[in-house]
């Protein structure tokens, strides 16, 4: 299951990590981002140890909208070492392109 990122924990789950971790910024009345939710968190299985996947909700985290520079959702960033090294706009991915540009951070 992906984890639910919120401003309070986003520095220690993301930022902080010493595993790659593919962040879902998504909302409740975003079509495609409920398409992309139960893939993102089969993946967060798959990747147990070696990667993580969160999920932060626009509407209640707007400060790491505007933060990210959050245009569209769905928005998959992807960090390494605290920094976004990738990212994917759009729901238009499968499960394994995610889980291999995730590993290979």
């Given at each position: 299951?992906?984890?639910q990122?919120?401003e309070?924990?986003?520095?220690s789950?993301?930022?902080?990590?010493?595993?790659?971790?593919l962040?879902d910024?998504?909302a409740?009345?975003?079509?495609?981002?409920?398409?992309?939710?139960?893939?993102?968190?089969?993946?967060?299985?798959?990747?147990?140890?070696?990667a993580?996947?969160?999920?932060?909700?626009?509407d209640?985290?707007r400060?790491?909208?505007?933060?990210?520079?959050?245009?569209?959702?769905?928005?998959?960033?992807?960090?390494?070492?605290?920094?976004?090294?990738?990212?994917?706009?759009?729901?238009?991915?499968?499960?394994?392109?995610?889980?291999?540009?995730?590993?290979?951070?």
């Amino acid at each position: 299951m992906a984890i639910q990122l919120t401003e309070s924990n986003f520095q220690s789950e993301v930022i902080d990590s010493d595993l790659p971790v593919l962040v879902d910024f998504w909302a409740e009345w975003c079509g495609p981002c409920k398409m992309i939710g139960p893939i993102l968190d089969e993946l967060s299985n798959e990747v147990s140890g070696q990667a993580k996947v969160g999920k932060v909700n626009v509407d209640d985290a707007r400060d790491l909208a505007v933060k990210f520079n959050v245009r569209s959702i769905p928005l998959l960033l992807f960090f390494k070492n605290g920094e976004v090294k990738d990212q994917i706009v759009g729901a238009g991915v499968t499960k394994d392109q995610l889980k291999q540009r995730l590993l290979a951070l």
